[in-house]
């Protein structure tokens, strides 16, 4: 079994700084692919961040400049910088990776998420 953990979530002042991570545990073999997803209320789930095995990474518009996803292959863990936080930052973030376990693979984990408020 292949579990993603998240952290680092909660309230945030607008223009401040939050740093989440995601650690996957378990039968794994390798992971390639890692990112970051948020969903807003009534909102669609949308993707943030990713990273590539490479560490080449790429991010929506919107936080362009102000978050950045990094990988620790060692540790098994994505992080996400978030600064200068907005109110429209608001949301569960998610963390997905593409995960080759001793059952199978690559294929999608994600995690439970974790509550992002950015909000005075």
């Known amino acids: 079994q292949v579990q993603l953990v998240e952290s680092g979530g909660g309230l945030v002042q607008p223009g401040g700084s939050l740093r989440l991570s995601c650690v996957a545990s378990?039968?794994?073999?390798?992971?390639?692919?890692m990112a970051w997803h948020r969903q807003a209320p009534g909102k669609q789930r949308e993707s943030v961040a990713g990273?590539?095995?490479?560490?080449?990474?790429n991010y929506v518009d919107s936080v362009k400049g102000r978050f950045t996803i990094s990988r620790d292959n060692a540790q098994s863990t994505v992080y996400l910088q978030m600064n200068r936080v907005t109110p429209d930052d608001t949301a569960v973030y998610y963390c997905?990776?593409?995960?080759?376990?001793?059952?199978?693979?690559?294929?999608?984990?994600w995690g439970t998420g974790t509550q992002v408020t950015g909000s005075s």
């Open positions: 990273i590539a095995s490479d560490s080449s990474s």
């Open positions: 378990g039968s794994i073999s390798s992971i390639g692919y």
């Open positions: 997905s990776m593409a995960i080759r376990s001793t059952f199978g693979g690559p294929r999608a984990y």
